[in-house]
């Protein structure tokens, strides 16, 4: 089997045909003799920031001198970035090696595993072989039926911001998707916990005391100091009350309260006997990287990528524009996934966008970009109270049919650019702006 050849396995048994639960992924794990029972974990459930949480807490372990397994989802250009030690990605060889194993084993069960299953069984292999000293476990969906959740209680539960998301799987509030999220409390481990709203932590809260964990919670612990888009200073306090500056290279005022969560995950694993010291946080901070978060891709004119793809992440977004962009208007451009309440994000944003390319993003359930644009339309024109939209009155809005295109049609307005909207859209972009700029 080929690198290609394993990728194409995986991507044969997508999740969406599957039912949700643990047991092919433990009947798979068995059949690979456990080697979940055999690694550390950091387990992090959220809405919102597991990514950037996973990266923080994963570099400054990394700075201490550990050998910190990654498993974040999903990938942004390369598949092998879904499987990740000390910051590189499984290699091809290791890749085909591995899901040549997990496939032997899953092509003989009579309730075969799901695409995501399939994966993190090849993660738990691979992190083996490395003999990780500890991985950094992010969630695919939810929490307490995700496969990744087949591992015993954790060193740490990590619970990053909740928001509403993948709604038809996880419950139509709030509080019920925190109560799936919750579901990666074990007995016994320690629960570190992003600021949510009250009924949230209410959720989070029943479930500590349900399995006798211990709750951190990360209020009020972080303090801005600074910020420019060569990235933030801020202060912490530790549960001693003591004080410490860090610069982070990730912007976003989110960042500082996913930072609150991934330092409070530091010192508790501290307390559990790993040595990580001020110079490793100071270093693993500063040094951390995380793609198509509010990432910055150049600065003439000034390109933001952005991942997010809800409302909640669209808030956090209207912030950093307003945080780094004191023009306070940007052409976006901007993909969406058709199951996503694509309408409420984009009146998020509208007050900064001065023009929008659309773009249709790579995966199925892409909303087409010209149907994009259609909707920006009807939405400018309800908004000028018009019955329909011009070209003289409408603003700038296009469609674009690759992501090349869409820079050259962004950028040729003038103004900063943000593209924005889907995950699957962001690798594209990434790819087209080095190719574009020859870097």
Request: with cysteine; hydrophobic share 40%; glycine share 10%.
């Amino acid at each position: 089997m080929t690198a290609d050849q394993a990728v194409k396995y995986i991507n044969d048994h997508t999740w969406s045909s599957t039912r949700l639960g643990l047991d092919r992924t433990r009947t798979l794990l068995n059949r690979l003799h456990d080697p979940q029972k055999q690694l550390k974990f950091v387990h992090v459930a959220g809405t919102n920031g597991k990514g950037s949480t996973c990266a923080m807490i994963g570099s400054i372990l990394k700075e201490a001198g550990y050998r910190v397994g990654l498993y974040p989802s999903p990938y942004i250009e390369e598949f092998n970035e879904r499987i990740q030690v000390n910051g590189e990605m499984i290699p091809d060889e290791d890749l085909a090696e591995l899901t040549g194993i997990v496939a032997a084993e899953a092509d003989q069960m009579e309730d075969h595993p799901s695409q995501f299953e399939i994966i993190t069984a090849i993660g738990m292999l691979y992190f083996l072989k490395k003999r990780c000293d500890i991985v950094v476990l992010e969630v695919g969906m939810g929490g307490r039926l995700d496969s990744t959740n087949v591992i015993d209680p954790p060193l740490t539960a990590v619970i990053t911001n909740i928001g509403l998301d993948h709604m038809e799987y996880l419950g139509d509030t709030v509080e019920k998707i925190a109560a799936e999220k919750a579901g990666i409390i074990k007995p016994g481990c320690d629960v570190i916990v992003y600021d949510n709203q009250e009924s949230v932590m209410e959720v989070i809260k029943e479930a500590c005391v349900r399995n006798h964990a211990g709750l951190h919670e990360t209020k009020g612990l972080v303090k801005p100091l600074s910020h420019s888009l060569k990235g933030q200073r801020f202060i912490y306090k530790d549960g001693r009350g003591e004080e410490s500056t860090y610069e982070l290279s990730l912007l976003g005022g989110h960042q500082l309260n996913n930072a609150a969560v991934a330092l409070k995950t530091i010192e508790v694993l501290n307390e559990k006997g790993f040595c990580i010291g001020g110079e490793a946080i100071c270093e693993g901070l500063k040094n951390v990287r995380w793609p198509a978060r509010f990432e910055l891709l150049g600065v003439d004119p000034v390109f933001i990528l952005d991942g997010g793809h809800n409302p909640q992440c669209a808030g956090a977004l209207a912030e950093g524009i307003r945080d780094y962009i004191p023009e306070g208007r940007v052409t976006f451009i901007i993909g969406m996934l058709a199951d996503k309440d694509y309408r409420h994000t984009i009146d998020i944003i509208k007050p900064f966008g001065a023009n929008y390319v659309c773009l249709t993003p790579d995966s199925p359930r892409a909303l087409p970009a010209k149907e994009l644009e259609s909707e920006i339309l009807k939405m400018n024109a309800a908004e000028e109270g018009v019955c329909v939209m011009t070209a003289e009155n409408a603003g700038n809005v296009v469609a674009a049919a690759t992501a090349e295109e869409a820079i050259e049609k962004a950028e040729g307005f003038g103004l900063p650019v943000v593209a924005f909207g889907s995950l699957y859209m962001a690798g594209g972009i990434r790819r087209a702006y080095r190719k574009l700029k020859m870097i």
